[in-house]
Each structure stands twice: as structure tokens, then as C-alpha cells.
């Protein structure tokens, strides 16, 4: 297993400190200027105090950092003010980087780092006056108990990488809803696994391990920070990492390994029928993307008209319209829009729903229509279609190229006796369950 480089710097009498509009790597090899005070190799920003550059070591390599070019190559007193390396008693000494420790540095010496043969990021943060080394190759592990597995040194979810050192990865947490309960799932996070399944060995995982700044407990993952706040996280100084705690739901999460940073994004999961419809009752307002969420106005016919909405407030039932049999993942939003109408599709409560009842007439959808309730059970996150008035026929349909339009068919048939047409105007020999044209009229098989 390749070896992983965290290295946290303490600097003192920084000059540049947090006003260094720019950061600046010398050292050896032509990539960092040959130790030329007039060349070195630019960090990258990413943000107004973060720097970070990525090297490749093909030797051991001495660097250190300065805020500032000179105008020749060899002006050692005038950059002296603006260097910063590793504090010793010695000048000129070459700090070898280890695993994971903190050291001080300075400015106004002479003093430099030294890395082995590898590929690394360099990252240098001017506001609170530390940097990191690791290698580029560093993985990121999820520890913790989320389903399926449990806290173990040698047992972690791998994150995915997005390019440039930020993760990804998608959890499920355990179905245990208060977050005072010492069994909702917690998570921090590892750039290194035991080897040794089923034996595990904390202490030798201990430097790898980070997680939350929380002070005291570990940080409650709440409705304020799941819709994509960014969180900051760290290696501890002592003592285990602090978690993240989560209560009941599905998440996405985001590691930039270079900022250390962490957003959690919320989702609720939705899965369309083989017709590509489901109907949909949220628990928190959603971002409906990739497909397209509808509420209905009932127009007091026996018909409805449907109308999108992208931001629903939580408790809106719905009606999904996306691919065929396909599962979604909606992002919890901080807030929702409230519909302009008053909504004609109403929440399931896991009881059976009449065909009729004094608040109206009731439809359940089945395939790609609403069929007459007749007593069958709607779960607490469907929904059902309520009409004032009676449809005209069994079944409400929507039209093929108008999604928009609940009303009637014509007339629920069987399969015999007729020619029948799909909706593109094709006849279709042996028809089975679905909507069809026959005699110019809009018919459903069951």
C-alpha cells in the first residue's frame, strides 16, 4: 500500500500572512526554478488565504515557499523577508516531511523542506498558518455505521473521485430518526484501512483519521446543514476524530480533500412505474430535477389540469412523470414554493380510499392512468386524485404529448373485436395492457 504524507505546519512571524495576494514554491529541479530567487513555480488559488500546487518528485527535492519573486536570480537578502520554511537551530537545514506531525516554521530563514521520489499537493493556508503535504494518489474512506456496515479499522466505503481531489459518495443511514440516540448512524472519515480483516487495530489508522471541528460531541447533521452548507473538518491533535451524526435518509457526500471541507446534500428517493409515473408525497421541500413533478387543479368537470412545479414545499402530493422503471434522487431544499391552486391530488394515509366519500370522487393511478379508488389502500407517501365531480368514465388518462391533461377515456375495453392503433397512429396486431385508438377513439386495455 503506497504510503499517505499529512504534514500540518504551524507558522510564526509569518510576514505574508493572510495579505499574500500570491504564494510561490522554490526549490530544486526546473519545475521550481532551480533556486533562483527571480523563478518558482505559482500555487494555485483557492480562495484568498488557500494555496496549493501539485509536484512531482522524481528525486528527493528541497522547497520552500515565498510570497515574492525578486527581479534576479541570486537576491538571497531581499527574499529572505518573504520565505517560509521549517524553524531550526540550524541554518540551512533540510526538514524531511513525515507522516503526520505538526512542526514550526518561520520566516527569514534559510531553512527548507524535503520530500522522497512521489507525486504530491502542496497545500499552504496564509490565514490559519498551516500547510499539508500528500500524495496524489491518497484515497478517502468512509468509517462508520451506515447500512450494511459497521466501525471497523479495516472496513471503509471508498469515495469516488471527482478530479482534483474532491469525493463523492452516496449513504444510506440506518432508519433510527433522533439524533440523541447513541446508534444514529456517525461517520468521520480515513485515507488509510487496516490490512488485517477482522482484526481491528485503531492505533495504526489513528494518523489517517479525520473528521469534525465539532467542540465536545460530534456534529449533529440537522435540516440546516444536509442541503449543501460547507462544513469544515480536521485532523484531531489527540483523541479519536469527531463524527457527523445523521438521522434516518439517504445522502450525498462532498470531500474537497485540498479545502477540507465537507457538504452534505439530503435526498428523498423516488422510482417510476414501467409507464415512467408515480404519484409522491415529500417529507421536506424538494428540488425535483431530471424529471418533472405535477400537482392538480380539479376543473369541476370530472377532469383535471396538472401543472409543474420544481421547488415543492414538504407534504405536496404529486405526480412524478420521468423515464420508464427508473429511480430518482431529489435534493432536500432549504425552502419550497407554495402551488397557486389548490391541490386536487391528496396524501395516502396507509388506509384503504373509497371510490366516493364526502370530499369527492377518488382515483388511484395504475400504469399510466387514474383508475376509481374501490377501496384499495394508498401508502403515507402516494397519493391519490380527488374531483368534485364524476368522470365521465373509469378511467383518467394523460394525453401522450400533454402531460398536463387528466381527463376521461373513452371507454375501458378488452382486447377483441377491433383494430388498434398506438398513439403514434401504428396498428398494433396482438395489443396488450395500455392506451390504444379505436374507431378514433382513446380506449384502455387492462
Known amino acids: 500500500m503506497k504510503k499517505f504524507i499529512t504534514l500540518v505546519l504551524v507558522l510564526t512571524g509569518m510576514v505574508c500572512s493572510a495579505n499574500a495576494d500570491s504564494m510561490y514554491i522554490i526549490g530544486d529541479g526546473d519545475v521550481l526554478g532551480n533556486w533562483k530567487t527571480n523563478n518558482g513555480l505559482l500555487m494555485n488559488t483557492a480562495s484568498e488565504t488557500l494555496f496549493y500546487a501539485d509536484i512531482v518528485c522524481n528525486s528527493t527535492t528541497n522547497f520552500s515557499f515565498t510570497s515574492q519573486l525578486m527581479s534576479t536570480d541570486s537576491e538571497w537578502d531581499g527574499i529572505k523577508q518573504y520565505r517560509l520554511g521549517p524553524s531550526s537551530d540550524k541554518w540551512g537545514l533540510n526538514y524531511v516531511l513525515g ?10 530563514n534559510g531553512n527548507s523542506f524535503q520530500l522522497t521520489e512521489g507525486s504530491y499537493r502542496i497545500v499552504l493556508n496564509t490565514s490559519t498558518n498551516k500547510v499539508r503535504v500528500f500524495e496524489s494518489s491518497t484515497k478517502v474512506y468512509i468509517l462508520g455505521n451506515v447500512v450494511d456496515q459497521d466501525w471497523h479499522s479495516y472496513a471503509g466505503i471508498e469515495m469516488e473521485s471527482e ?19 447513541s446508534s444514529a448512524t456517525t461517520i468521520n472519515f480515513t485515507t488509510l484501512l487496516a490490512e488485517s480483516e477482522g482484526n481491528d487495530d485503531w492505533s495504526k489508522i489513528w494518523a489517517y483519521r479525520f473528521g469534525s471541528t465539532a467542540d465536545g460531541d460530534n456534529f449533529w447533521v440537522t435540516s440546516d446543514f444536509y442541503t449543501g452548507e460547507e462544513l469544515s473538518i480536521t485532523f484531531p491533535s489527540s483523541g479519536d476524530p469527531k463524527g457527523f451524526r445523521f438521522s434516518s435518509g439517504t445522502y450525498k457526500l462532498t470531500l474537497d480533500y485540498t479545502k477540507m471541507t465537507l457538504k452534505i446534500n439530503k435526498f428523498e428517493k423516488v422510482t417510476t412505474n414501467s409507464y415512467g409515473f408515480c404519484t409522491y408525497v415529500n417529507s421536506e421541500p424538494l428540488t425535483i430535477t431530471d424529471a418533472t413533478a405535477y400537482y392538480a387543479k380539479d ?36 425552502s419550497g414554493t407554495s402551488l397557486e391552486y389548490t391541490n386536487a391530488f391528496k396524501a395516502g394515509t396507509g388506509d384503504a380510499v373509497a371510490t366516493s366519500d364526502a370530499n369527492g370522487y377518488n382515483y388511484i393511478l395504475n400504469g399510466n392512468a387514474f383508475y376509481q379508488a374501490n377501496g384499495k389502500t394508498v401508502a403515507a407517501n402516494k397519493a391519490y386524485l380527488q374531483l368534485s365531480q364524476q368522470a365521465s368514465a373509469r378511467a383518467l388518462i394523460f394525453e401522450e404529448e400533454d402531460v398536463t391533461a387528466i381527463h376521461a377515456v373513452e371507454s375501458v375495453a378488452s382486447a377483441t373485436g377491433n383494430e388498434y392503433y398506438d398513439l403514434s397512429g401504428r396498428k398494433v396486431a396482438q395489443p396488450t395492457k395500455g392506451l390504444y385508438i379505436v374507431n378514433g377513439k382513446k380506449v384502455i386495455i387492462k
Open 163 to 181: 478530479g482534483n481531489h474532491i469525493y463523492t459518495a452516496t449513504i444510506n443511514t440506518n432508519d433510527i430518526i433522533d439524533l440523541n440516540s
Open 99 to 108: 507522516k503526520t506531525e505538526t512542526v514550526d516554521v518561520s520566516s527569514n
Open 299 to 334: 376543473n369541476e368537470n370530472g377532469s383535471a389540469t396538472a401543472y409543474s412545479i420544481s421547488n415543492p414545499v414538504a407534504g405536496t402530493p404529486m405526480l412524478i412523470k420521468g423515464d420508464n422503471s427508473k429511480t430518482y434522487y431529489f435534493a432536500v431544499a432549504a
